[in-house]
C-alpha cells in the first residue's frame, strides 16, 4: 500500500502559486512529463473490484458499498494547467459521502478530501494523437463537429473558420448538458448574452457540471473575443478537454 501526503507547489511545480482548493496528489503529467501535483475537482466515475468504470452515481445503487474502490476525478495539473483524470483509490464509503443522496447535498465536498484516506493514485493517460481525445460517452453529432475542425487547425487552414466552429460546438455542448442564459442584448445591441460563452461557462462551473479550470482556461484563450489572432489549436484543445469533462467515460 502506497501511502500519501498533501503536497503543496513548494515541493511540485511552479513555488508561491496556490489553487485554494484541497490535497494535492503527485503525479506525473502526461502532457508536461513534469513531476507535479494535481488536486481532484469533480468526482465523474468510479471502477467497481472487477469491470469497466461506471458513472459516479451507479455506486449509490450498490449494496453494500465495495469496501474499496477506485474514483476517478477530473482535476488539472500544477505545473501546466492541462486538465487530467486522477483515479483515487479509497473507501467505498467515502466515495459515496462525495455523492448527493434523494436531492440531498453530498456528506463532503471533494475538495475536502484527505491525502491520509488515499492508499493508491495514478493518472489516467490520454489516448496519443491523431484526434482529439474524447470519451465514446459524448453525442456522435458532436464527435463528427470536432474532428474537421482539430483537422483544419493541424493543416493550418480556415483559422477563423476553426475558432468559429469550436465557438458554436461549445455552446451546443453546454446547451446540451443543460446550461442556458438569459437572451438578453446590451445597451448598444451587441451580442446576445444567450450566445456568450463566458456566462453560460461560469453558470456550469457554479452547478457542478464543470470543473473550475473551464472557465478560467476559457478567458485565457479568450474563447468570446471578437479580434482575430486566437490560436486554433488552442481552442479544439480546449473544446476536447470540456468534452471529456462534460461526458466522462473511459
Known sequence: MVKLRAVGFGDFGPPGVGRGVGALFPIVCPFCHGKTAAAPEMFVRWRPPAGRSEAAESLLLRAPVP??????????????????????????????????????????AVGQLE????SECRVVTP?????????PSAPEKFLKTL???????????????VSAGCRWL?????????????????VFGGKPEGE??????????????????????????EVDAKTRGGDPKAYVAYVAAVMRAAYPGF
Not at 489516448?127 to 470519451?135: A, D, Q, S, Y
Not at 474532428?147 to 473558420?161: I, M, Q, S, V, Y
Not at 461549445?170 to 446590451?186: C, F, M, Q
Request: proline share 11%.
Open 196 to 221: 456568450k460563452l463566458g456566462p453560460r461557462l461560469r453558470a456550469a462551473c457554479e452547478a457542478g457540471l464543470l470543473p473550475r479550470w473551464a472557465q478560467t482556461r476559457a478567458e485565457a484563450i
Open 170 to 186: 461549445l455552446l451546443d455542448v453546454l446547451k446540451d448538458i443543460g446550461v442556458s442564459a438569459a437572451p438578453r442584448r446590451g
Open 147 to 161: 474532428r474537421p475542425l482539430w483537422e483544419d487547425a493541424e493543416k493550418g487552414r480556415n483559422d477563423e473558420g
Open 115 to 118: 491525502a491520509n484516506e488515499v
Open 127 to 135: 489516448k496519443p494523437p491523431p484526434g482529439p481525445n474524447l470519451p
Open 67 to 108: 469496501a474499496e474502490a477506485w474514483g476517478i476525478f477530473s482535476a488539472v495539473c500544477a505545473a501546466c494547467d492541462q486538465p487530467v483524470f486522477l483515479e483515487l483509490k479509497t473507501r467505498g464509503e467515502t466515495l459515496a459521502d462525495l455523492l448527493p443522496r434523494h436531492r440531498t447535498p453530498a456528506r463532503r
